[in-house]
């Protein structure tokens, strides 16, 4: 193998991939990466005013991009929005299911302890993480099994492997995301094909509109306290940057890896390995 085949196994032109949570920091430059290799990219919204932004940062690629009205809790919009995708780009290749997130009512604080947690706040955080998950992989998981392949990629987090404290729907609904892409990738390949392929990434501690206030001070970007003590633990000394994902998120839906299913990678900087001493 030379250097123009490893070229080519980057080299999505002419595929078409579905992506929930596609305006959000880590989603939309999963968008950008996947356009600038070639890709169709349907981008998922439930307001495509979102979007945007990152139509404009495409530049002339924005061809390639189609931002589509769609709620990861809602199969109907779902599976209208799947016919839209196929009537613009034809057949759907990929699925990225980056949608997720917590609830600041989900969260214990000293004025709001475990006990006291709203049941509807901690099920609105399993939906959007956990069902949100689940609902696309069914829709655009079922046109992959009628053609007998394609790529399921979710987006987990290293809260699956060591929670936080402070957010246990979160940590919990994300250890349901790792589950079930083990689950599902062994189903879709023994039931279905072996050429569908089900894995996901965990990422570690990355700034997003969601947790910035937590890590950082508004005023002088400084690390939290808490931050403080994530970036401690972490021994590449940083936060990460929507840019550490790609090489990860390429390589999974690529035919690089046309031998791993069922895996979760996590994208760290070692945080999961540092024990503290």
């Excluded at 080519?8 to 992506?19: A, E, K, N």
């Amino acid at each position: 193998m030379d250097l123009s085949d490893l070229t080519r196994l980057y080299d999505f032109s002419g595929q078409t991939i579905v992506i929930t949570g596609g305006t959000g920091v880590l989603g939309s430059e999963i968008v950008r990466a996947l356009v600038g290799c070639g890709a169709n990219v349907a981008i998922l919204a439930r307001d495509p005013d979102k979007a945007q932004p990152i139509l404009d940062l495409l530049g002339p690629r924005a061809s390639h991009a189609l931002v589509v009205r769609g709620d990861v809790l809602n199969q109907e919009s779902l599976r209208a929005a799947s016919e839209t995708i196929s009537e613009k780009f034809g057949a759907v290749h990929g699925l990225v299911n980056a949608a997720g997130g917590n609830k600041p009512q989900a969260t214990t604080t000293p004025d709001l302890s475990f006990f006291d947690l709203p049941a509807d706040a901690i099920q609105g955080v399993f939906d959007l993480n956990i069902l949100g998950t689940i609902l696309p992989s069914q829709v655009f998981g079922k046109t992959m099994a009628q053609r007998g392949e394609g790529v399921i990629l979710n987006v987990s987090s290293m809260n699956a492997y060591r929670p936080l404290t402070r957010i246990p729907a979160y940590s919990a609904a994300k250890a349901a995301v790792s589950n079930f892409t083990q689950w599902l990738a062994v189903h879709m390949a023994q039931v279905y094909s072996p050429r569908i392929r089900v894995n996901a990434i965990a990422p570690g501690f990355f700034l997003t509109r969601q947790n910035k206030s937590m890590l950082t001070d508004e005023r002088s970007g400084n690390p939290t306290p808490r931050g403080q003590s994530i970036i401690g633990h972490t021994p590449m000394g940083r936060f990460g940057t929507p840019e550490d994902l790609i090489g990860a998120v390429l390589w999974l839906l690529s035919p690089a890896s046309a031998f791993v299913t069922g895996i979760i990678v996590p994208i760290d900087g070692g945080f999961s390995a540092y024990c503290g001493v």
